[in-house]
C-alpha cells in the first residue's frame, strides 16, 4: 500500500499537472469507490469546480476544490483519496481508451482527464465540504475517514514529544508505527526500514524503549521518509506515480529482503508476522532484550544461523529466492508500465 512518501509524490504530480484546471464532468463504474455520494451526486457535486491544490493526510490525498455557485453545496470542498492496495492515478488527453480497471474519471475542461485505476477495488474517494483555515472536510463531514494521528515529518513531532508518546504506549513498535492513529503515514515498508536504521526489535514494546532510543528510532524515521520523498517512493508492487516510478525499492534495507545479507553485519535478514503483517528485520542488529521476549514468539526471535553457516554461501549469482523475486519485481514493473498507457487493449 502506498505510504507517505508515494502518496506524496503523486501530490506532488498532481500539483503540478492539474492545478488549475477545472472539472466538467465525472463518472465512476463501481459504487463503493465513492464513499460519499452515488455517482450522478458526485458528478453534479464537482462539475464547474476548479482544482485549486494537492496535499496529503497521512496516506490520503486532499484535493482541494473551489467554490461553486449556488446550491447547498457550493462551498469550497475536498476530495479525499485513499489509494489503499492497489489506486493508481493518472493525467492523459480525455476520451482514449483505458481498461476496466478504472473506476472514476475527472473530465476537465483542458481536454484531459484524471484517472482512478484500482485493480483491487478498495480505494475510496470522497467529497466534502472543506474548513478553510485546516483544508481537511468540515468538522462532523467525514466521520472516521481520515486518520488521527500525528504526522510524522511535523515540526511539532519532536524527539523528546515522540519519546513521551512511546513511553505511555503498550503494544508491539512494528504495530504501534503502522497505527495511523498514532502517526499516520506510516506503513509496513517504512516501519521495518525506520527500525532497522534506529537498531529496533519490532516486537519491542515500546514503553520499554529508552528515551535515548526513542529519539534514534524518531531521527530513523523521518530521515528514511524524507529519502524515500527525493526518490519518489518505493515502486513495490502497483504503485506508481502520475509522473513515472519511484526509485526508493533500490535502496531497502530490510523490506522484502528475507534471506539476503543485513548491509550492516552481513547476516540473512529475517521475516516473521506481526499482526497478520509481513516484518523483516535482523535479528542480530536489532536484539530483543531476552527479558522482554514475548510468549510463544521464541522462534520469532531466535538469533539466526551464521552467515557462514547458510546453505546458499559460495553461491555464484543468484539464488533460487532471488530470482524469483526478481522476476517477480520485473512483472510488477511491466504492469505498471501497461497501467501508464491504459492498460491492455
Ligand atoms: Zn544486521
Not at 506481526?274 to 536484539?287: A, D, I, K, L, N
Request: with cysteine.
Amino acid at each position: 500500500m502506498p505510504e507517505l512518501p508515494e502518496v506524496e509524490t503523486i501530490a506532488g504530480d498532481l500539483r503540478r499537472l492539474v492545478t488549475g484546471a477545472r472539472i466538467v464532468s465525472a463518472s465512476s463504474d463501481w459504487p463503493p469507490t465513492l464513499r460519499s455520494h452515488d455517482a450522478d451526486g458526485f458528478a453534479r457535486a464537482v462539475a464547474g469546480r476548479e482544482i485549486e491544490g494537492v496535499g496529503r493526510r497521512g496516506k490520503q490525498l486532499l484535493v482541494w476544490l473551489g467554490p461553486i455557485d449556488g446550491g447547498a453545496d457550493a462551498a469550497a470542498a475536498v476530495l479525499t483519496i485513499h489509494l489503499k492496495m492497489t489506486g493508481q492515478l493518472f493525467v492523459g488527453p480525455a476520451g482514449t481508451p483505458h481498461d476496466r480497471h478504472v473506476h472514476a474519471v475527472l473530465v476537465l475542461a483542458d481536454g484531459r482527464e484524471l484517472r482512478f485505476r484500482d485493480i483491487r477495488k478498495f480505494g475510496r474517494i470522497g467529497l466534502y465540504r472543506r474548513d478553510d483555515a485546516t483544508g481537511l472536510p468540515v468538522e462532523g463531514e467525514a466521520v472516521g475517514v481520515l486518520p488521527t494521528g500525528l504526522e510524522p515529518l511535523a515540526d511539532d513531532l519532536t524527539p523528546t514529544r515522540f519519546a513521551d508518546l512511546l513511553a505511555r504506549r503498550r503494544g508491539r513498535l512494528k504495530t504501534l508505527l503502522m497505527n495511523q492513529d498514532f502517526l499516520a503515514g506510516v506503513g509496513n515498508i517504512y516501519a521495518d526500514e525506520s527500525l532497522w536504521r534506529a537498531r529496533l526489535h519490532p516486537l519491542r514494546e515500546a514503553h520499554t524503549v529508552k528515551p535515548a532510543d526513542a529519539r534514534r528510532l524518531h531521527a530513523a524515521l523521518r530521515a528514511v521518509l524524507v529519502e524515500a520523498v527525493e526518490r519518489r517512493g518505493s515502486s513495490v508492487d502497483d504503485y506508481t506515480a502520475p509522473e513515472g516510478d519511484g526509485s526508493m525499492q533500490e535502496h531497502l534495507q530490510v523490506y522484502q529482503r528475507a534471506g539476503e545479507p543485513c548491509d550492516r553485519c552481513g547476516r540473512p535478514i529475517r521475516r516473521i508476522v506481526v499482526g497478520g503483517r509481513s516484518t523483516h528485520f535482523c535479528s542480530w542488529c536489532q536484539r530483543l532484550p531476552s527479558a522482554a521476549v514475548p510468549i510463544g514468539t521464541v522462534d520469532a526471535t531466535r538469533r539466526g544461523p551464521r552467515w557462514t553457516e547458510l546453505s546458499g554461501e559460495g553461491v555464484v549469482g543468484r539464488t533460487a529466492a532471488e530470482e524469483s523475486r526478481a522476476a517477480a519485481r520485473k512483472a510488477a514493473a511491466t504492469r505498471r508500465a501497461i497501467a501508464r498507457s491504459g492498460g491492455p487493449a
